[in-house]
């Protein structure tokens, strides 16, 4: 049932924007943004990455299976400091 749910809302997701046979606008709602539909990469970003960090909220734990008690050192600056040494501050402003 639950796959069944997952299609169908897939497959009306498809349906905003222009038709293919007669260029009406569907599912629109007045959004010029939508009238091309859907774009790919906030779908796919959507798709898999969302769940994910829901899970992780819900279960109330973080990506890093490693504890707070194992972490030497570190954190944001010392990550910064490590990808400037490779690829430059370039690197790290994209």
């Known amino acids: 049932m ?7 809302l897939g497959l009306g ?3 905003i924007g222009y038709g293919e046979i007669r260029a009406v606008p569907r599912y629109w709602f007045e959004l010029d943004y ?3 539909g859907l774009p790919i990469f906030p779908v796919v970003f959507g798709l898999f990455a969302v769940p994910e960090v829901m899970e992780l909220a819900i279960r109330n734990v973080s990506i890093s299976r490693v504890t707070k008690e194992k ?3 570190g954190g944001i600056i010392d990550g910064i400091r490590d990808v400037g040494g490779i690829g430059g501050w370039s690197c790290v402003a994209r």
């Open 71 to 73: 972490v030497v050192a």
């Open 34 to 36: 939508l009238l091309d």
């Open 2 to 8: 639950k796959g069944l749910t997952v299609a169908v």
């Open 13 to 15: 997701l498809t349906t």
